[in-house]
């Protein structure tokens, strides 16, 4: 019984990481994940995508006190991201979420 429910529990993670794959497309994003994808990237696109993981979605003055730079360089960082494919910007109120 225990290895019927191991069995189901690994095709479960199996479905799962399908499912992440195919919402990554959906939602029109390259990974950012790859090792490779980010070595591509120069210095400073690294250093804002690298944050931009650790904090999942952000506005670019929460970016820039990770990476020590200023709001106004990260907003560009942030924008050539977007562009680039790897990033999603959702605009709220009064600022510009990036995910």
């Known amino acids: 019984m225990?290895?019927?429910l191991k069995e189901i529990r690994n095709i479960l993670l199996k479905i799962?990481?399908?499912l992440k794959k195919i919402e990554r497309l959906i939602d029109g994003r390259k990974e950012i994940l790859d090792p490779l994808t980010l070595?591509?990237?120069?210095?400073?696109l690294r250093a804002t995508a690298m944050?931009?993981?650790?904090?999942?979605?952000?506005?670019?003055?929460d970016v820039a006190r990770i990476t020590g730079r200023g709001?106004?360089?990260e907003s560009h960082y942030?924008?050539?991201l977007v562009?680039?494919?790897?990033?999603?910007?959702?605009?709220g109120r009064m600022v510009v979420y990036y995910r």
């Open 2 to 4: 225990f290895e019927l």
């Open 16 to 18: 799962d990481e399908r």
């Open 39 to 44: 070595l591509e990237m120069s210095d400073n």
């Open 51 to 61: 944050a931009i993981l650790e904090l999942k979605e952000a506005t670019a003055e």
């Open 71 to 73: 709001r106004a360089i």
């Open 78 to 80: 942030l924008n050539t």
């Open 83 to 91: 562009r680039m494919g790897f990033l999603k910007k959702r605009i």
